[in-house]
């Protein structure tokens, strides 16, 4: 089986930094895939990383430890804007099916 | 490109009805799959497929039948609804690795 582990909530003020993390265990593990929702809209891909490290993208950088079984999504320069939920989600080959966690609501204030 | 198209947006259904999800791409690709998302829960893999004629069942199959007779159409059958099944449902798409797109979402009641 498959399962993944990310916080629930997580609030933070405009322009701080916020890290999601995101845990996993599979049976067999391709990549790392973080995705955001707002409210009541469809989920929208943000980073991948199949390979150790940092992939950054803008004010959005995400992290893979292979090793670890971990990655995080780093979200610099909040806005209100960003505040959506935020799911990791992983395959364990590819082109077969995206598993994802729970995910985690962030709320930013002013 | 109008990209993943799913239909209907809304449908509230009695128990024991039957119904059909329609979702369609057009960006050829090979990968379908659908997900429903309830609070908490996040999103739950229901059925996929990675190409036509081949389907695969994910987390949550149970109550719910698919094909894949050609690349662009992959729908999602309810033969009798339950109250559990009230679910906003996502069919999504994408190449053999890569992003996945999303449709907008068909949001379902059953009484």
Avoid at chain 1, 62 to 81: A, H, N, P, T
Avoid at chain 1, 90 to 107: C, E, M, N, P, Y
């Amino acid at each position: 089986g498959q399962s993944l582990e990310q916080p629930s909530e997580v609030t933070a003020v405009e322009g701080a930094i916020v890290q999601i993390n995101c845990t996993y265990q599979t049976s067999g593990f391709y990549g790392l895939s973080w995705y955001q929702q707002h409210d009541g809209g469809a989920p929208t891909f943000l980073s991948y990383n199949g390979l150790d490290g940092l992939e950054e993208t803008g004010r959005f950088s995400s992290f893979l430890s292979r090793s670890d079984s971990y990655g995080y999504l780093l979200l610099q320069e909040l806005q209100m804007k960003d505040s959506a939920s935020y799911f990791c989600a992983v395959s364990r080959q590819a082109g077969t099916a995206l598993i994802f966690g729970k995910g985690t609501t962030l709320s930013v204030s002013s | 490109n109008a990209g993943v198209t799913q239909t209907p947006k809304f449908q509230v259904l009695k128990t024991g009805q039957s119904m059909t999800l329609q979702c369609a791409q057009d960006m050829n690709h090979e990968y379908m799959s659908w997900y429903r998302q309830d609070p908490g829960m996040g999103l739950r893999l229901i059925h996929y497929s990675v190409g036509a004629g081949i389907t695969d069942q994910g987390e949550v199959p149970n109550g719910y039948n698919v094909s894949r007779s050609t690349t662009e159409d992959f729908p999602l059958r309810l033969l009798s609804a339950a109250p559990s099944q009230t679910s906003v449902y996502f069919c999504a798409s994408r190449e053999r690795t890569g992003e996945l797109f999303f449709g907008e979402g068909s949001r379902l009641t059953v009484l």
